[in-house]
T-cell receptor, first 114, second 111 residues
Framework: EAGVTQFPSHSVIEKGQTVTLRCDPISGHDNLYWYRRVMGKEIKFLLH????????ESGMPNNRFLAERTGGTYSTLKVQPAELEDSGVYFC????????????FGPGTRLTVT | GQNIDQPTEMTATEGAIVQINCTYQ??????LFWYQQHAGEAPTFLSY??LDGLEEKGRFSSFLSRSKGYSYLLLKELQMKDSASYLCAVSLVDSNYQLIWGAGTKLIIKP
C-alpha cells in the first residue's frame, strides 16, 4: 500500500512568489492534515480536512495560505505571496475514518523562501 | 496556553535502555502520542496512550500518568538505527484531531 506522498520534496522561491504544495493521502483515508515545522521550532498544526470539508483551519497563520481538497482526494496548500517566515517543512498526514489517532505522515515538503 | 516539554538531546549506548520524558500542561487532554522521526524523513507513529499505565510494543514502551501530566518513552536493547528524534504530541478533548507537538528529543546512539 502506498503511503502519503507529497510534492515537491523541496521548493526554493523568492519572496513575493507563489508556491503550491500537493499531498496525496493514503487511499481511503478521509482525514487529511497539514502541519508545518519552522526551523528550530516544534511542529504546528495548520488544518484538518474530512473528505473535502475543512474541519478545522484554526492553525492557518494568515490569509496568504489557502488549502483545498476538491473531491476529497488529494489536497493542495498554496502560499501567495510567500514571505521569508514561511520557510520550513510542510508535512501532510492522513488517517482512516474513525481512527484519527493513526496519523500517517508524508515525507514533507521543504520550502525555502529567499 | 498549551505547553509540552521534552529534553532537547540525549545520548545512550548501543544495547542499553533509555527513557525519554515528556511533560505537558494542556487544557482538555485526550491522548498522548509518540512519533519517531529520522532526519529528512516523515514522523512515524510509535504509540498512543489514553489511559494511565504502560503500553508495551516490542522494544518500545510508553507510559502515561494523566494526573501528573507526564509520559515517557522507553527504548530497550538500543540499536544504532534508533538514532532519531522522538516527538511527543498531545491531542485535546475539544479538538482531538489536532496534535500539539513538543519540540522533539534528539537521541544519539553510540557504539
Amino acid at each position: 500500500e502506498a503511503g502519503v506522498t507529497q510534492f515537491p520534496s523541496h521548493s526554493v522561491i523568492e519572496k513575493g512568489q507563489t508556491v503550491t504544495l500537493r499531498c496525496d493521502p493514503i487511499s481511503g483515508h478521509d482525514n487529511l492534515y497539514w502541519y508545518r515545522r519552522v526551523m528550530g521550532k516544534e511542529i504546528k498544526f495548520l488544518l484538518h480536512f474530512v473528505k473535502e470539508s475543512k474541519q478545522d483551519e484554526s492553525g492557518m497563520p494568515n490569509n496568504r495560505f489557502l488549502a483545498e481538497r476538491t473531491g476529497g482526494t488529494y489536497s493542495t496548500l498554496k502560499v501567495q505571496p510567500a514571505e521569508l517566515e514561511d520557510s520550513g517543512v510542510y508535512f501532510c498526514a492522513s488517517s482512516p475514518p474513525g481512527r484519527i489517532y493513526e496519523q500517517y505522515f508524508g515525507p514533507g515538503t521543504r520550502l525555502t523562501v529567499t | 496556553g498549551q505547553n509540552i516539554d521534552q529534553p532537547t538531546e540525549m545520548t545512550a549506548t548501543e544495547g542499553a535502555i533509555v527513557q525519554i520524558n515528556c511533560t505537558y500542561q494542556t487544557s482538555g487532554f485526550n491522548g498522548l502520542f509518540w512519533y519517531q522521526q529520522h532526519a529528512g524523513e516523515a514522523p512515524t507513529f510509535l504509540s498512543y496512550n489514553v489511559l494511565d499505565g504502560l503500553e508495551e510494543k516490542g522494544r518500545f514502551s510508553s507510559f502515561l500518568s494523566r494526573s501528573k501530566g507526564y509520559s515517557y518513552l522507553l527504548l530497550k536493547e538500543l540499536q544504532m538505527k534508533d538514532s532519531a528524534s522522538y516527538l511527543c504530541a498531545v491531542s485535546l478533548v475539544d479538538s482531538n484531531y489536532q496534535l500539539i507537538w513538543g519540540a522533539g528529543t534528539k537521541l544519539i546512539i553510540k557504539p
